[in-house]
């Protein structure tokens, strides 16, 4: 408990410092006392104060809540993935569920089906999951080589789409790279909802999740019906996919680093995982957004270059450790 206690603290704190930084830095730099008067302020100084308040409070602010919040919620995904699958390397990005919530988006876009793109990812989401988990039946190798099948299939609808509309192109491009420049209050409101209830709903089936790690015929013995257990985890790790892509594009390897980090620091136990999990996502996409920026400035990096450079090696390491179960 001391030890889960102490990086939940220091988390805590390095989630605090980048919050200040990312707030502070961009093509404009913001002096930190200008971010202070901002959030606790009324901000009635000078014009260039009046238009740092206004950046601050509509663009930087709203920007870091949705990459603290997005994190989260990749990071939850990630987490119900493999501990559904019984699989490390399991994330919603390497296992296709990403693509194909962006898929039914192109396709939504580009046949002005009027579905919603939130709604259209989560159909698309929802169907890459059924696929996943119908083919794999238990098995941790077929999983991976579905998930990678799926993944190269969507992703080169993914690419049709943005090549028979191509008027917007360079927008959508950006967009299945990952981006957090769109963000704004509503969809951090939107990003809150779902992340604080899926947090508690699995803090609650916290036990499940345990469960679930070890062999059905555990499952069966201590009352649990594995198979509709699965089905409603699944199901709610695919609508964080699909709200984190309608919202931000696709971000990949977020939900693969978090729940295992947090596995390295507080064992496997799904109680201390959780929130462990959800701070380290949000500290890897914070950092993330913030490297982004800084990188190329003034201009951005689309933020799924820098997850993906800090996330490849990992995946990397853990198909050479041949871990395919915990």
Same mark, same amino acid.
């Given at each position: 408990?001391?030890?889960?206690?102490?990086?939940?603290?220091?988390?805590?704190?390095?989630?605090?410092?980048? #919050?200040?930084?990312?707030?502070?830095?961009?093509?404009? !730099?913001?002096?930190?006392?200008?971010?202070?008067?901002?959030?606790? !302020?009324?901000?009635?100084?000078?014009?260039?104060?009046?238009?740092?308040?206004?950046?601050?409070?509509?663009?930087?602010?709203?920007?870091?809540?949705?990459?603290?919040?997005?994190?989260?919620?990749?990071?939850?995904?990630?987490?119900?993935?493999?501990?559904?699958?019984?699989?490390?390397?399991?994330?919603?990005?390497?296992?296709?569920?990403?693509?194909?919530?962006?898929?039914?988006?192109?396709?939504?876009?580009?046949?002005?089906?009027?579905?919603?793109?939130?709604?259209?990812?989560?159909?698309?989401?929802?169907?890459?999951?059924?696929?996943?988990?119908?083919?794999?039946?238990?098995?941790?190798?077929?999983?991976?080589?579905?998930?990678?099948?799926?993944?190269?299939?969507?992703?080169?609808?993914?690419?049709?789409?943005?090549?028979?509309?191509?008027?917007?192109?360079?927008?959508?491009?950006?967009?299945?790279?990952?981006?957090?420049?769109?963000?704004?209050?509503?969809?951090?409101?939107?990003?809150?909802?779902?992340?604080?209830?899926?947090?508690?709903?699995?803090?609650?089936?916290?036990?499940?999740?345990?469960?679930?790690?070890?062999?059905?015929? #555990?499952?069966?013995?201590?009352?649990?019906?594995?198979?509709?257990?699965?089905?409603?985890?699944?199901?709610?790790?695919?609508?964080?996919?699909?709200?984190?892509?309608?919202?931000? !594009?696709?971000?990949?390897?977020?939900?693969?680093?978090?729940?295992?980090?947090?596995?390295?620091?507080?064992?496997?136990?799904?109680?201390?995982?959780?929130? #462990?999990?959800?701070?380290?996502?949000?500290?890897?996409?914070?950092?993330s957004d913030i490297l982004a920026r800084c990188i190329v400035a003034p201009?951005?990096?689309?933020?799924?270059?820098?997850?993906?450079?800090? !996330?490849?090696?990992?995946?990397?390491?853990?198909?050479?450790?041949?871990?395919?179960?915990?």
């Amino acid at each position: 408990m001391k030890k889960t206690a102490l990086c939940t603290t220091l988390l805590l704190v390095l989630l605090f410092v980048l #919050t200040i930084v990312g707030v502070c830095i961009g093509s404009v !730099g913001i002096p930190l006392s200008t971010v202070v008067e901002a959030v606790f !302020g009324t901000g009635n100084g000078s014009n260039a104060s009046q238009s740092s308040v206004f950046i601050i409070r509509n663009i930087r602010l709203p920007r870091v809540v949705c990459a603290v919040l997005a994190g989260s919620a990749l990071a939850l995904g990630g987490l119900v993935f493999q501990s559904v699958f019984r699989n490390p390397m399991a994330d919603s990005y390497i296992l296709g569920v990403s693509s194909g919530a962006s898929c039914l988006i192109g396709f939504n876009m580009l046949l002005a089906i009027g579905l919603g793109n939130t709604f259209a990812a989560l159909v698309g989401s929802l169907c890459t999951t059924a696929l996943l988990f119908s083919t794999a039946k238990g098995d941790h190798n077929r999983l991976l080589l579905s998930g990678i099948a799926v993944n190269f299939l969507l992703s080169a609808l993914t690419t049709l789409t943005i090549y028979l509309g191509r008027r917007q192109l360079d927008t959508v491009i950006y967009w299945t790279m990952g981006s957090l420049s769109g963000s704004s209050w509503p969809k951090a409101v939107v990003l809150s909802a779902v992340v604080l209830v899926s947090s508690i709903v699995l803090t609650a089936r916290a036990s499940v999740l345990d469960i679930l790690l070890l062999d059905d015929s #555990t499952a069966i013995s201590s009352g649990l019906d594995a198979g509709v257990a699965r089905m409603l985890l699944l199901a709610m790790a695919s609508a964080l996919t699909a709200v984190v892509v309608s919202f931000c !594009g696709i971000i990949g390897f977020v939900g693969l680093m978090s729940p295992h980090f947090a596995r390295l620091i507080v064992g496997a136990k799904h109680r201390s995982l959780i929130p #462990t999990s959800m701070l380290l996502g949000a500290v890897i996409l914070l950092l993330s957004d913030i490297l982004a920026r800084c990188i190329v400035a003034p201009s951005e990096l689309p933020i799924g270059i820098i997850t993906s450079i800090l !996330g490849a090696p990992v995946f990397l390491v853990l198909l050479r450790r041949r871990r395919n179960g915990f």
